[in-house]
C-alpha cells in the first residue's frame, strides 16, 4: 500500500514536467534515429545521405566531438575538403587533443594544398601518438611540399619504419633526397619505390632520371625518362577511357579499349570488371570472354578462368585459341585429361601455331608421355624457326 | 560524455526508471530469464595466425601470434544479464539521477526498444547500445574484462583460419545484413545460430551484433606485431597504447557477410552507444 502511495505521489509530481521532458526526449530520439540511421548509410557507402543524417542529428544535439568528426569524414569521403576541414575544426574545438580528428584535418589541409596549415595538426598527432604511421607519412609528406626537406628525411624515415613497404614513402624519400642533392640516396629510394609500388607507377621513374641526370649518367636518365612518358601516356589514356566510360556507360568500344589497355598493364582486378561489363553489353561476343578467362588466370582463379573459357568456346567453337586458353585453365588445376582434350583440339584447328604444340608438349612431360612431349617440341622449335 | 544520453533528460529518465523500478518492487512479475553466466569456454596456450595479406589492407600481415590460455564468454552479453548489473547501478543512484551505464534507447527501432523495457521483451537478445565504458565497466562488475583484439581473433578464427568462424564456406549461419537469415532487419537472441559456432564452440562471432574489444585502433598495429614477431611470435599483444577509437570486432545485423569475416577489423569512438554494437567478456586462467 505504502509502494503505490509513493508511486501515486511521484506521477503527481512529475505530471507539470512531463510536456517539456517529453519534447527533449523526443528529440534526443530523434537524435539517435538520425546518428543511426547515418552510420547505416555510412557503412554502405552512401556518404551524401549519411552528411544528411549526420547534419540532421547534429542540428539537434550540436555538441558532440564524435559526431563531428564523423561528418567530417563523410565530406572527406566526398572530397568536400573544406566543409570537412569545417566539420574536423568543430570537432577539436570540443575536443582539441583528438589524435584522429587532427590527423584527419591534417590530411584535408593537405588536400587542399595548405600545407603550412597541415603540419601543426600533424605534428600533434606524432607527439600524442608516436606510432602512428599515417601521421608520420602525412607530416613528411607536408614538409616535403613545404620544400622542408631535411625535417621531411627522419619523419618519412619513421614512418618507413612503421609500415615497411611504402611505395609512397620511398617516393617523397627519394624527392627529398634529391633536393638536398643527395643523389645516391635519392636513386636508392626511388628504385624502392618503383620496386613496392603498383605497376605504372610513374612518378619514381621520372625522380630517378633526373637524380640520374644530375649525378652525370645520361644514359641511364634517358631510359627513366622514356618509360615515364610511356606510364604517363598510358595513364592519361587510362584517364580519358575512365572518363569516356562515365560519360556513355553503353559505349561498348570505350570498355573494349579499357579492357586491352588494363590487360596491357597487368591490372588484371580492375580487367576482371571490364571485362564483365563489356560481357553485360555483348553477351554474346566470345573475345570478352577470353579476355575475362586471361584475367583470372593472372590472377590465380582459374575455375573462374575455365568457366570463363568454357563460355568462350561455347559461343566460338571453332577458333583453336579459345580451346587452348580453356586447357590452359584446366592444367592450372591439374586436370591434365580436359586440359589435353583442349590442346589437342587447338592444335586439330590450327597446326600452324608453335604455342600450341609447346602447350601440348608440356602437358604430355607432365602426363609422363616423353615421346610425345618431345614430338610436339620439335614441331614447335620447327615452326618458330619458320616464323623467324 | 555520453553522446546519446545527455543529462538534459536526465531527469525524466530517472523518473521513469524509478517507476520501473517501483513497479517491480510491489510484485509485477519481471520474466527475464537469466542467462547463464557461467557459459566461459577455455581457450588453450599458443600461437595461432592473426590477419590476412589478401583482405584488407589493416588486415595486413598476416603474422603469428602466441596468447596464453584464456576464458571466453560462449555468448554475447544479453540484455538480461546486463539487467542485473543495471539494476544495482540504480539501487545507487538517487532519484534525480540517471544511473551510470544505462544502454540508449532505440525508440525508432521497435524490434530492440527502449531500456529497461527491453531487458524484460527480449531478455536473451545481446544487450546493445552500451559504451565502451559501460561495457568495460559491466566487465570488471562480473570480475572479468574485455577480449584484447587477438583473443577475440583466436576465439573466432581457431587455428585453421576460417574465414567465418564456421569455415570458409558463404553460408547464412549467421545474423546480417541479408535477410536469409531468419532474423530481418532485427537482433536475434544469442545462441540462434548453432551451425554458426566457431572451432572452439563461441556462439554468434559473426554478425548480429559487433563486438568491443578492449584495444585501441591501429591500422598499421600488426605490422609492429610482426616486426617483433621476426624473432618470434608476440606474445599476448594489448594493442596501441593510445588511440581515439577502440577496436569492434564480428559485424552485424546492418552489415554485409563480408564484414563478419575473421579478420575484418572495425572501430568507433568508445562512448558511441549505437543498437549494432554489443560486447562478450574474457578472463585469464591466472
Given at each position: 500500500m505504502r509502494n503505490y502511495l509513493t508511486l501515486v505521489i511521484l506521477l503527481i509530481l512529475c505530471l507539470p514536467s512531463f510536456g517539456i521532458i517529453n519534447e527533449k526526449s523526443d528529440d534526443h530520439s530523434t537524435y539517435v534515429q538520425h546518428v543511426e540511421q547515418a552510420f547505416i548509410l555510412m557503412f554502405q557507402g552512401d556518404n551524401l545521405g549519411a552528411i544528411s543524417a549526420f547534419e540532421a542529428a547534429l542540428a539537434i544535439e550540436p555538441d558532440h566531438h564524435e559526431i563531428l568528426h564523423y561528418l567530417g569524414m563523410a565530406h572527406a569521403q566526398e572530397e568536400f575538403w573544406n566543409k570537412a576541414t569545417e566539420s574536423y575544426q568543430r570537432s577539436l574545438a570540443l575536443m582539441p587533443d583528438n589524435i584522429e580528428a587532427l590527423y584527419s584535418l591534417g590530411v584535408a589541409y593537405f588536400r587542399l594544398d595548405r600545407w603550412t596549415d597541415a603540419v601543426p595538426s600533424l605534428q600533434r598527432v606524432i607527439e600524442l601518438s608516436p606510432q602512428h604511421a599515417r601521421g608520420h607519412e602525412m607530416l613528411g609528406k607536408s614538409l616535403v611540399k613545404r620544400r622542408r626537406y631535411a625535417e621531411a628525411i627522419p619523419i618519412l624515415t619513421k614512418a618507413l619504419s612503421l609500415t615497411p613497404h611504402a611505395a609512397g614513402l620511398y617516393y617523397e624519400l627519394g624527392t627529398a633526397h634529391l633536393n638536398l642533392k643527395a643523389y645516391p640516396e635519392a636513386i636508392e629510394n626511388f628504385k624502392l619505390a618503383i620496386a613496392y609500388g603498383?605497376?605504372?607507377?610513374a612518378e619514381p621513374h621520372h625522380g630517378l632520371g633526373t637524380a640520374y641526370f644530375r649525378s652525370g649518367d645520361r644514359e641511364k636518365s634517358r631510359v627513366e625518362m622514356q618509360i615515364y612518358q610511356r606510364l604517363q601516356k598510358e595513364f592519361a589514356e587510362y584517364e580519358r577511357l575512365t572518363r569516356l566510360t562515365r560519360a556513355e556507360p553503353n559505349n561498348l568500344e570505350a570498355w573494349t579499349e579499357l579492357a586491352t589497355l588494363l590487360m596491357n598493364q597487368k591490372n588484371f582486378a580492375k580487367a576482371v570488371s571490364v571485362f564483365q561489363k563489356c560481357i553485360e553489353l555483348a553477351p554474346n561476343n566470345a573475345h570478352f570472354y577470353h579476355g575475362l578467362s586471361r584475367a583470372f588466370m593472372s590472377l590465380n582463379y582459374p575455375k573462374h578462368a575455365a568457366e570463363a573459357a568454357r563460355k568462350a568456346v561455347q559461343l566460338m567453337p571453332n577458333q583453336a585459341i579459345l580451346y587452348n586458353t580453356l586447357g590452359s585453365t584446366y592444367a592450372m588445376q591439374g586436370e591434365s585429361q580436359k586440359a589435353l582434350s583442349a590442346f589437342r583440339k587447338a592444335v586439330e584447328l590450327d597446326s600452324d601455331e608453335p604455342y600450341y604444340h609447346l602447350n601440348l608438349s608440356r602437358l604430355y612431360q607432365g602426363m609422363g608421355n616423353q615421346k610425345l612431349a618431345q614430338e610436339h617440341h620439335r614441331i614447335y622449335e620447327h615452326l618458330l624457326s619458320k616464323q623467324k | 560524455m555520453n553522446i546519446f544520453y545527455p543529462s538534459r533528460n536526465s531527469h525524466f529518465r530517472s523518473v521513469a526508471c524509478g517507476l520501473f523500478l517501483l513497479l517491480f518492487s510491489i510484485g509485477m512479475r519481471f520474466g527475464v530469464s537469466a542467462q547463464d553466466t557461467e557459459h566461459l569456454i577455455l581457450i588453450s596456450a599458443g600461437t595461432f595466425t592473426m590477419g590476412s595479406d589478401t583482405r584488407a589492407a589493416d588486415e595486413k600481415p598476416m603474422h603469428k601470434v602466441y596468447l596464453n590460455a584464456y576464458y571466453i564468454s560462449k555468448y554475447e552479453v544479453t540484455n538480461a544479464e546486463y539487467y542485473e548489473f543495471w539494476k544495482q547501478q540504480l539501487e545507487m543512484t538517487s532519484p534525480e539521477q540517471t544511473p551510470q551505464h544505462t544502454p540508449e534507447n532505440f525508440t525508432h527501432l521497435p524490434q530492440i526498444g527502449d531500456w529497461p523495457a527491453r531487458a524484460e521483451q527480449f531478455p536473451n537478445h545481446p544487450v546493445v547500445g552500451v559504451s565502451w565504458h559501460d561495457a568495460n565497466a559491466y566487465a570488471a562488475w562480473k570480475g572479468m574484462r574485455l577480449p584484447t583484439e587477438a583473443e577475440w581473433e583466436k576465439a573466432a578464427r581457431g587455428y585453421t583460419n576460417r574465414t567465418w568462424p564456421w569455415g570458409n564456406a558463404l553460408e547464412s549461419y549467421a545474423n546480417t545484413a541479408a535477410n536469409e537469415d531468419g532474423y530481418e532487419n532485427c537482433l536475434a537472441p544469442v545462441g540462434s545460430f548453432p551451425k554458426g559456432k566457431s572451432y572452439y564452440g563461441v556462439m554468434d562471432m559473426a554478425g548480429n551484433v559487433w563486438e568491443w574489444t578492449a584495444d585501441w585502433y591501429s591500422d598499421v598495429y600488426y605490422w609492429h606485431t610482426s616486426q617483433a614477431a621476426m624473432k618470434r611470435p608476440k606474445q599476448n599483444p594489448t594493442g596501441p597504447a593510445v588511440g581515439s577509437w577502440r577496436v569492434i570486432r564480428g559485424g552485424s545485423w546492418i552489415d554485409p557477410i563480408a564484414r563478419c569475416s575473421t579478420t575484418f577489423r572495425f572501430y568507433l569512438y568508445p562512448n558511441l552507444k549505437t543498437s549494432f554494437v554489443g560486447f562478450r567478456l574474457a578472463k585469464s586462467t591466472f
Amino acid at each position: 500500500m505504502r509502494n503505490y502511495l509513493t508511486l501515486v505521489i511521484l506521477l503527481i509530481l512529475c505530471l507539470p514536467s512531463f510536456g517539456i521532458i517529453n519534447e527533449k526526449s523526443d528529440d534526443h530520439s530523434t537524435y539517435v534515429q538520425h546518428v543511426e540511421q547515418a552510420f547505416i548509410l555510412m557503412f554502405q557507402g552512401d556518404n551524401l545521405g549519411a552528411i544528411s543524417a549526420f547534419e540532421a542529428a547534429l542540428a539537434i544535439e550540436p555538441d558532440h566531438h564524435e559526431i563531428l568528426h564523423y561528418l567530417g569524414m563523410a565530406h572527406a569521403q566526398e572530397e568536400f575538403w573544406n566543409k570537412a576541414t569545417e566539420s574536423y575544426q568543430r570537432s577539436l574545438a570540443l575536443m582539441p587533443d583528438n589524435i584522429e580528428a587532427l590527423y584527419s584535418l591534417g590530411v584535408a589541409y593537405f588536400r587542399l594544398d595548405r600545407w603550412t596549415d597541415a603540419v601543426p595538426s600533424l605534428q600533434r598527432v606524432i607527439e600524442l601518438s608516436p606510432q602512428h604511421a599515417r601521421g608520420h607519412e602525412m607530416l613528411g609528406k607536408s614538409l616535403v611540399k613545404r620544400r622542408r626537406y631535411a625535417e621531411a628525411i627522419p619523419i618519412l624515415t619513421k614512418a618507413l619504419s612503421l609500415t615497411p613497404h611504402a611505395a609512397g614513402l620511398y617516393y617523397e624519400l627519394g624527392t627529398a633526397h634529391l633536393n638536398l642533392k643527395a643523389y645516391p640516396e635519392a636513386i636508392e629510394n626511388f628504385k624502392l619505390a618503383i620496386a613496392y609500388g603498383p605497376t605504372g607507377y610513374a612518378e619514381p621513374h621520372h625522380g630517378l632520371g633526373t637524380a640520374y641526370f644530375r649525378s652525370g649518367d645520361r644514359e641511364k636518365s634517358r631510359v627513366e625518362m622514356q618509360i615515364y612518358q610511356r606510364l604517363q601516356k598510358e595513364f592519361a589514356e587510362y584517364e580519358r577511357l575512365t572518363r569516356l566510360t562515365r560519360a556513355e556507360p553503353n559505349n561498348l568500344e570505350a570498355w573494349t579499349e579499357l579492357a586491352t589497355l588494363l590487360m596491357n598493364q597487368k591490372n588484371f582486378a580492375k580487367a576482371v570488371s571490364v571485362f564483365q561489363k563489356c560481357i553485360e553489353l555483348a553477351p554474346n561476343n566470345a573475345h570478352f570472354y577470353h579476355g575475362l578467362s586471361r584475367a583470372f588466370m593472372s590472377l590465380n582463379y582459374p575455375k573462374h578462368a575455365a568457366e570463363a573459357a568454357r563460355k568462350a568456346v561455347q559461343l566460338m567453337p571453332n577458333q583453336a585459341i579459345l580451346y587452348n586458353t580453356l586447357g590452359s585453365t584446366y592444367a592450372m588445376q591439374g586436370e591434365s585429361q580436359k586440359a589435353l582434350s583442349a590442346f589437342r583440339k587447338a592444335v586439330e584447328l590450327d597446326s600452324d601455331e608453335p604455342y600450341y604444340h609447346l602447350n601440348l608438349s608440356r602437358l604430355y612431360q607432365g602426363m609422363g608421355n616423353q615421346k610425345l612431349a618431345q614430338e610436339h617440341h620439335r614441331i614447335y622449335e620447327h615452326l618458330l624457326s619458320k616464323q623467324k | 560524455m555520453n553522446i546519446f544520453y545527455p543529462s538534459r533528460n536526465s531527469h525524466f529518465r530517472s523518473v521513469a526508471c524509478g517507476l520501473f523500478l517501483l513497479l517491480f518492487s510491489i510484485g509485477m512479475r519481471f520474466g527475464v530469464s537469466a542467462q547463464d553466466t557461467e557459459h566461459l569456454i577455455l581457450i588453450s596456450a599458443g600461437t595461432f595466425t592473426m590477419g590476412s595479406d589478401t583482405r584488407a589492407a589493416d588486415e595486413k600481415p598476416m603474422h603469428k601470434v602466441y596468447l596464453n590460455a584464456y576464458y571466453i564468454s560462449k555468448y554475447e552479453v544479453t540484455n538480461a544479464e546486463y539487467y542485473e548489473f543495471w539494476k544495482q547501478q540504480l539501487e545507487m543512484t538517487s532519484p534525480e539521477q540517471t544511473p551510470q551505464h544505462t544502454p540508449e534507447n532505440f525508440t525508432h527501432l521497435p524490434q530492440i526498444g527502449d531500456w529497461p523495457a527491453r531487458a524484460e521483451q527480449f531478455p536473451n537478445h545481446p544487450v546493445v547500445g552500451v559504451s565502451w565504458h559501460d561495457a568495460n565497466a559491466y566487465a570488471a562488475w562480473k570480475g572479468m574484462r574485455l577480449p584484447t583484439e587477438a583473443e577475440w581473433e583466436k576465439a573466432a578464427r581457431g587455428y585453421t583460419n576460417r574465414t567465418w568462424p564456421w569455415g570458409n564456406a558463404l553460408e547464412s549461419y549467421a545474423n546480417t545484413a541479408a535477410n536469409e537469415d531468419g532474423y530481418e532487419n532485427c537482433l536475434a537472441p544469442v545462441g540462434s545460430f548453432p551451425k554458426g559456432k566457431s572451432y572452439y564452440g563461441v556462439m554468434d562471432m559473426a554478425g548480429n551484433v559487433w563486438e568491443w574489444t578492449a584495444d585501441w585502433y591501429s591500422d598499421v598495429y600488426y605490422w609492429h606485431t610482426s616486426q617483433a614477431a621476426m624473432k618470434r611470435p608476440k606474445q599476448n599483444p594489448t594493442g596501441p597504447a593510445v588511440g581515439s577509437w577502440r577496436v569492434i570486432r564480428g559485424g552485424s545485423w546492418i552489415d554485409p557477410i563480408a564484414r563478419c569475416s575473421t579478420t575484418f577489423r572495425f572501430y568507433l569512438y568508445p562512448n558511441l552507444k549505437t543498437s549494432f554494437v554489443g560486447f562478450r567478456l574474457a578472463k585469464s586462467t591466472f
